[in-house]
């Protein structure tokens, strides 16, 4: 079990998108991309307060494969694309760790990992909206 | 005050990005066609439990203008995007009253506007995840 080193923070949901095929065509066997991107994102050591949970298709299959994460009702949602499986894996806990350490959802532009600058698919306000 | 034709069904947001310029260059003075796109849809009439709002950026910048829906822990969250400013208000309204009429935000496919058929960036499962 993890240290809470976030007491105050509320928990935060990692949603792997466990269908995506990242472009293989259809006819290929075996563990799809999303669903080795979970197993490894799976593995590692989060925060306390993170969750990481497959989901089935966010429907960015152009720009698979893909992340959702949101926590509480005071932080944006944010969707991520373009990873490519299991070897992204290091990459996302970067970027997830740092949302989980906001309030807000928000991590500084220059914190934020480059992929994830360049992969920001959508984000979706905080449940209780912004002045 | 519309009539509430749908008691059991949890308050419906939709959220317009007003930022948005639509690729217009940033030079252009006057309204963006995001804020257009939200005062036509202001304007509408809608069910009871459907409020719209304008937001800041959903950062969906390339496929602009954009709005998110979202409504109750049971339903997904869905982003369109590629609308165009207020031409597009009755098209959304159409998609819209469609989504909030629905316990899950799942609209069957072939019910759903073209446009939303085509220009889905990205879904997020609801609050309560589906089995």
């Given at each position: 079990?993890?240290?809470?080193?976030?007491?105050?923070?509320?928990?935060?949901?990692?949603?792997?998108?466990?269908?995506?095929?990242?472009?293989?065509?259809?006819?290929?066997?075996?563990?799809?991309?999303?669903?080795?991107?979970?197993?490894?994102?799976?593995?590692?050591?989060?925060?306390?307060?993170?969750?990481?949970?497959?989901?089935?298709?966010?429907?960015?299959?152009?720009?698979?494969?893909?992340?959702?994460?949101r926590?509480?009702?005071?932080?944006w949602t944010y969707?991520?694309?373009?990873?490519?499986?299991?070897?992204?894996?290091?990459?996302?806990?970067?970027?997830?760790?740092?949302?989980?350490?906001?309030?807000?959802?928000?991590?500084?532009?220059?914190?934020?990992?480059?992929?994830?600058?360049?992969?920001?698919?959508?984000?979706v306000?905080?449940?209780?909206?912004?002045?």
């Amino acid at each position: 079990m993890p240290i809470d080193l976030a007491p105050d923070l509320a928990p935060v949901e990692l949603l792997v998108c466990a269908t995506c095929r990242a472009g293989q065509p259809t006819e290929i066997e075996g563990p799809r991309p999303g669903a080795q991107l979970g197993a490894a994102l799976a593995e590692l050591d989060w925060p306390a307060h993170v969750t990481v949970r497959e989901v089935e298709c966010l429907s960015n299959c152009d720009s698979g494969c893909s992340i959702a994460v949101r926590g509480g009702s005071e932080r944006w949602t944010y969707v991520y694309g373009n990873f490519t499986g299991a070897d992204d894996a290091a990459l996302v806990h970067e970027g997830i760790t740092k949302y989980a350490a906001t309030a807000d959802g928000i991590v500084p532009w220059r914190e934020r990992p480059v992929h994830f600058r360049k992969n920001c698919i959508a984000r979706v306000p905080p449940l209780t909206l912004p002045e």
